[in-house]
């Protein structure tokens, strides 16, 4: 079955320790039946020729002893099969984890981050509760309506029939209810993903929440979500308001039964009244297998839903693959090269570039500038494969993009991208992300040439400083020089800096420009930035307009141009000298 295809694997895995749980079960509801055939025999032998009290002690004592044999039974039957569904719940985890590691950053644009941590609580839990209990309920289930009814039928089958005269109408209300509970408990979860976003968002954008005073509206869409998340589950227990007691009619009917025609028999001895006691005590215990029908109905239909919405991610296919690598390419120098580039985002969509060519060599410094939306960030996309270019567009060392393993690639191109993320942890293990190998000199190094080594020291901890969620507690040019630390600890062969000192003041840029000429001596950097300050040194400079490369060369050969690299510079020179005034 489809819906199961990306459990069952965990499942055969543990196939073992599930048998051995079934097999405890069954020894469990034998010896259940058992004790109330006992007590069916020692009923029947009050006031019979040779009977004692004794007779009864027996029968108790041995009742008793099954019992607490059941109990101890029980605690393993636990740990066998909930125990089991536990691990089986960590390995589907690890599952979806590890998809989601390797999904697309264009997965990530259209996917609200809500609806993924709704699939990691509820989704996830209702599928430990169907491998959980649904194993467990579904052989009690078998093993005690087969062995009940056998016993039944061995005492009356008359009786037995009369007795199940009602059943055929519960199935109809199983079917019924449960296309039911399937429909409304996808709902329920769709919702419940809505409102789990909507509050991740709210908490993550706090700041700007409180900042133009929008607590009154934020508190009125959550509101409107927590009133339809309750709607949506009124609505299932209404429905389970329904199912439960009809159930239950149709149970207290059948016992009505039993006790009519049952109690007619005993009274003309067709039967014994040991008998009509167990015959009472079998239909309890059918009684269970009936109510239990409708929990797995339920846990089935949840299970099933939820693994329909997880399927629904674990299909979805990466775009960015290893596809036509080729695998002896382990390392990178740097060599850069462009070859008539022409990319769309969509196919119905306009060209973002109509024909980029440009090449630097490995060890040189590349900077790309223009105005803003002309394409900058998205060239760095590309190199990176973030997206995927047009095939035999993009080389490095001569390499075609796509026979480079994404894992090389990864390795010797790092990026410090505009959008800073840092981690709720330590200034220390945020910068050692890419190298956790790297001792306290290696990364008090980075943050030096980062210029941001005296501003970590007074910090309150240091380097041991837990800094806030996504790096609330730090400044804008702090998050900056800590990812550019991060980015220079892994010693990348090429290193780019997507507008990565925009908010950092010239005194400090120009410093860290300066160690950063030194340390990356005989290494690739590509630098984007609106500041022409950041780029001067840099061995060429590409300016993009509207597609194209509109001029290229030295910061000294585009300023004899007089072009668009002349005009922003002069803007720039005209901004800084009012800003010193």
Known sequence: ????????????????????????????????????????????????????????????????????????????????????????????RQLYYNHLMKLSANFYNKTKTGDLMAYATNDMNA??????????????????????LFFMIDI???????????????????????????????????????????VQESISGIRVVKAFVQEEAELEKMSVSAREYLKDNISLVKIFAMFFPVMFLLINICMGIVLIFGGEAAILYEISMGEFVAFFQYLGMLVWPMIAIGWIVNL????????????????????????????????????????????????????????????????????????????KT??????????????????????????????????????????????????????????????????EKAAKTAQIFHAIEEFENGFDTVIGERGVTLSGGQKQRLAISRALLTNPNILILDDALSS??????????HDLIKTRKNKTTIIISHRISSIQHADKIIVLNEGKIEEEGTHKELLALTGIYHDLYEKQQIEEKLETR
């Open 127 to 148: 599928i430990r509760m169907l491998i959980a209990f649904g194993f467990v309920v579904g052989v009690d289930i078998l093993v005690i309506a087969i062995a009940s």
């Open 1 to 92: 079955m489809k819906t199961f295809e990306k459990v069952t694997p965990f499942v055969k895995k543990n196939l073992h320790k599930l048998f051995f749980g079934i097999i405890l079960i069954v020894i469990i509801d034998a010896g259940q039946l058992y004790t109330i055939k006992i007590m069916q025999k020692a009923i029947d032998s009050i006031g019979r020729e040779g009977f004692t009290t004794n007779s009864l002690l027996y029968a108790s004592l041995l009742i008793v002893g099954i019992t607490v044999l059941i109990t101890i039974l029980r605690y393993f039957w636990r740990i066998a099969l909930i125990g089991t569904a536990w691990m089986i719940d960590r390995d589907l």
């Open 300 to 375: 089935y239909q949840r299970g099933t839903a939820s693994l329909k919405r997880m399927n629904s991610i674990l299909e979805v296919e990466p775009e960015i693959t290893d596809n036509q690598v080729n695998s002896e390419i382990k390392n990178l120098k740097g060599k850069v090269s462009f070859k008539n580039l022409r990319f769309q985002y969509k196919e119905d969509t306009p060209f973002i570039f109509e024909d980029i060519s440009f090449e630097i060599e490995a060890g040189k410094t590349l900077a790309i500038v223009g105005r803003t939306g002309c394409g």
């Open 156 to 198: 009356s089958l008359r009786l037995t029939l009369l007795a199940i005269i009602p059943t055929p109408f519960l199935s109809i209300i199983i079917i019924y209810f449960g296309k039911r509970i399937h429909a409304k408990f996808r709902k329920v979860q769709k919702t419940f993903a809505t409102m789990s976003g909507q």
């Open 378 to 443: 998205t060239i760095i996309d590309l190199l990176t494969r973030v997206y995927n270019p047009p095939g035999n567009t993009i080389f490095i060392d001569d390499n075609e993009l796509y026979n480079i393993p994404l894992e090389t690639l990864r390795t010797n191109v790092v990026m410090v991208p505009q959008d800073i993320f840092l981690f709720s942890d330590t200034v220390a293990s945020n910068i050692s992300l890419g190298n956790y190998e790297a001792d306290i000199e290696e990364i």
């Open 504 to 513: 950092v003041d010239t005194k400090t840029e120009k410093n860290i420009l």
